[in-house]
């Protein structure tokens, strides 16, 4: 070894040997210093990237809360396990007061830079989602509102009931054939096919093959494993996002293509038939409708905007009602008998002459307490999203469960940590059992403040109607019409976490309880109690 090599080398041993000192002062003078937590999540953000790569950070995130929530000599929770670290200056926090402060309607806490690592590295662009300025915020999600609303929801329940018609077809497919088939695959193309049409007016055409179609589920889900993972470190996005485009045709760039070719087509319809009512179909969709907003005034809500709200509801709402659709009709199998009550609630409505025939509407089910209990139910027991929705702590600093948080620290609550917390759920909050929401409207209501499935505050999902719209048709529907089965009872599901908490492998068979004849009236084969 040369003179000048080794003088290189000592040199950067120093730089290292000074950069860990400083770790380990800074994680020792650190005023939050006696918050519990893993040990290495004191030092560096690595902890939480291993955490988060490890794919299971919602089961590792509740074990830590219950971890250090040592109760005292009278069996009361210290509230020492309420707040976690997860990162230098990250918390996670297991608190209903804290849920009141952070994600309040008003909140002056914005989004974590986390967030940054799922949008468009360029910076004019923004979408609802992962948008970090609370004001351009708004006003975007202002002008789009309308396009969320229930009335909105009337036009596209057409587009839903063609989707739920083609998924019958083939599950009378499977029954026909006794096959075994997984769940989550059938959720997911449902789930793709409704916000394809109910956006771009055209279904990806899963359901019709029954397969991924130029692997846009899996680019999406690569795209996922991307943004949780490098939102860890989302200062590297910049840089990462633009290697990773020099892949072929990675991530999310085949949906950008097929997006773009829907918006096109529409457009130049427009162009020529002045009346955008004409040329597609229900008239319903999203596109539609902001390709009207873009007509009537180009510079409120351009191009780019229509294409970025598109491209924003396929990613924000496909997996996500498909993990939720699973986490139903998984519970109902895997508690037959909920399943039981539930089809007694469905057969009643009928034998009364309330749900029409062939598909029960969203007006019908929602008169159906106990279905929509099930579907709650299945929501906090498998909420979509799998890490906490990590919020800026603001300028003057915050106190929550009691602790002084300086400006700029990160809080946030998973899901996932507050849906199987006790004291709020109750003593079985980790068992399905929807009855919990139909016992007292003063517990119920306050388990209703904590309900984390679609977020909270300003930053609530903005699809919640319409994804509620898609699981309360589909799910009657499925129940009348076919009887599903798990092939192992006892069987957990595996599931991968990347920000999403999709479930693998749920094995099951179906049988059918009508035969739909051609003039679309039924004959009943089978009792949905037999
Ligand atoms: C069961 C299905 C769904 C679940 C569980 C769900 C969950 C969520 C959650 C938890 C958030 C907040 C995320 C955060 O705070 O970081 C969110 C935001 C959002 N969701 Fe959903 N979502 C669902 C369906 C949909 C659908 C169908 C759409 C679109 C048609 C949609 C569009 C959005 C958008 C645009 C945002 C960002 C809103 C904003 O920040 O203003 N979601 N969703
Ligand atoms: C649950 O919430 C309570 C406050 O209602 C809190 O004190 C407690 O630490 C939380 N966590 C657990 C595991 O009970
Ligand atoms: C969803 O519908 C309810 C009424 O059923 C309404 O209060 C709420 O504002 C709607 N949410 C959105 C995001 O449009
Ligand atoms: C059927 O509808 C009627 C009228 O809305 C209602 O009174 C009745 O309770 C409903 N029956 C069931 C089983 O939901
Ligand atoms: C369809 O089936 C349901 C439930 O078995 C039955 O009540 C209804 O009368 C049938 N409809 C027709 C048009 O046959």
């Known amino acids: 070894m040369s ?62 809360h219950q971890k250090y929530d040592r109760t005292n000599a009278y069996g009361v929770p210290s509230g020492v396990g309420s707040v976690v670290r997860i990162a230098p200056g990250q918390y996670s926090i297991d608190d209903p007061e804290a849920i009141k402060i952070i994600y309040s309607h008003s909140s002056p806490f914005v989004k974590a830079p986390w967030y940054l690592a799922s949008a468009n590295a360029n910076p004019e662009s923004h979408d609802l989602f992962t948008d970090r300025n609370p004001r351009r915020h708004s006003e975007n999600r202002r002008k789009v509102a309308a396009l969320y609303s ?77 943004s949780a993972r490098v939102g860890v470190y989302s200062e590297w996005h910049p840089l990462l996002s633009k290697l990773v485009t020099l892949l072929p045709m990675s991530g999310i760039s085949r949906l950008q293509a097929f997006a773009e070719q829907q918006i096109s087509t529409a457009s130049n319809n427009l162009g020529h038939e002045k009346d955008v009512s004409i040329n597609v179909g229900q008239g319903g969709s ?32 496909s997996d996500t009602t498909s993990v ?73 600093g915050t106190t929550l469960c009691g ?54 505050g300003a930053r609530t999902c903005i699809g919640k109607n319409i994804s509620l719209l898609e699981i309360g048709t589909l799910v009657p529907n499925l129940i009348r019409a076919f009887h599903f089965e798990l092939v192992d009872q006892n069987l957990e599901p595996e599931c991968e976490n990347v920000w999403f908490v999709k479930q693998k492998n749920i094995r099951c068979k179906v049988r059918s309880l009508q035969v739909t004849s051609d003039s679309g009236k039924n004959v009943s084969v089978n009792d949905a109690l037999g």
Not at 193 to 210: E, N
Not at 417 to 433: P, Q, T
């Open 3 to 64: 003179f000048h090599t080794s003088h290189v080398i000592t040199f950067f041993s120093i730089l290292i040997v000074i950069r860990l000192l400083v770790l380990l002062v800074q994680a020792w003078l650190h005023p939050l210093r006696d918050v519990p937590g893993p040990f290495w999540a004191r030092f560096s953000r690595l902890w939480y990237l291993h955490a988060v790569s490890r794919g299971d950070f919602h089961k590792i995130n509740v074990g830590l």
């Open 403 to 456: 602790r002084f948080f300086p400006a700029g620290s990160i809080v946030g609550v998973n899901a996932w940590v507050i849906h199987s917390n006790k004291s709020v759920f109750g003593a079985d909050a980790e068992l399905y059992r929807p009855e919990r929401w139909l016992e007292s409207s003063e517990l119920s209501s306050a388990m209703d403040r904590n309900f984390m499935a679609f977020g909270g």
């Open 286 to 317: 999203f596109l539609t409708r902001l390709l009207k907003m873009h007509s009537d005034n180009p510079s409120k809500l351009t191009k780019a905007d229509i294409f970025t709200t598109c491209i924003t509801n396929i990613g924000a709402g």
């Open 150 to 226: 229930m009335t909105s929801l009337v036009a596209m329940e057409g587009y839903v009931s063609e989707c739920t018609s083609v998924l019958f077809q083939r599950l009378s497919e499977l029954a026909a054939s006794a096959q075994t088939f997984d769940l989550q695959h059938w959720m997911q193309y449902y789930a793709f096919d409704v916000i394809g049409s109910i956006t771009l007016q055209k279904r990806f055409g899963f359901l019709d093959v029954g397969a991924d179609q130029n692997g846009l589920i899996a680019a999406l889900h690569s795209y996922l494993v991307y």
């Open 324 to 396: 939720s659709l699973t986490s139903v009709m998984y519970h109902l199998m895997a508690n037959p008998s909920k399943y039981e009550t539930l089809c007694a609630e469905i057969h009643e409505a009928d034998k009364q002459g309330n749900l029409s025939s062939p598909y029960i509407s969203f007006q019908e089910a929602q008169k159906l307490p106990y279905l929509q209990a099930c579907i709650k139910e299945a929501l906090r027991m498998h909420p979509a999203t799998g890490l906490p929705l990590a919020r800026v702590v603001p300028e003057g």
